[in-house]
């Protein structure tokens, strides 16, 4: 079994997470940063490298919408790269609702006392995490749901 890979798209960076094999937890890998917007080509092959590397066969791309539930052009952009992505590396990916994951993210690193600056570099990365591992969980209590179901 292969394992799942997180990501968090932000303007100028990607944060990148993968589950371990079991998939039980996210580990983030790395930040993934670029000069402009919509250049991706870097960044898409970087994904692909990884993707080979970490044996990954499905990917989970935080999806930005609103605090009020609705959908901006964040939320394009993200369905955008999603076509990409499932074009380019032939894998599903499931959007999934990232918010506050980049407050879990600043949240999490401030109770850990890590610097500005050391934040600053990684929320993207600790964001990708906390989405990963908020879908693992899911997945995990979707799968004892259904074996508890099925046992009676």
């Not at 990607?14 to 930040?31: C, H, I, K, P, Y």
């Amino acid at each position: 079994m292969g394992r799942i890979m997180g990501l968090d798209y932000g303007s100028v960076t990607m944060g990148v997470a993968v589950s371990d094999e079991l998939w039980l937890t996210a580990q983030g890998l790395e930040v993934i940063r670029r000069k402009e917007e919509n250049k991706l080509r870097h960044t898409l092959q970087r994904i692909e490298q990884l993707i080979e590397q970490y044996d990954v066969e499905l990917i989970v791309l935080g999806y930005p919408k609103n605090m009020n539930n609705t959908e901006g052009e964040r939320c394009q952009k993200s369905e955008a790269l999603k076509e990409t992505l499932e074009r380019r590396t032939g894998l599903e990916v499931v959007l999934w609702d990232e918010r506050l994951s980049t407050v879990s993210a600043h949240r999490s690193m401030l109770e850990g006392n890590l610097s500005r600056e050391r934040r600053a570099k990684n929320v993207d990365m600790i964001a990708a995490v906390f989405i990963l591992q908020n879908y693992l969980e899911r997945l995990n209590y979707q799968k004892n749901r259904k074996e508890n179901e099925d046992g009676r």
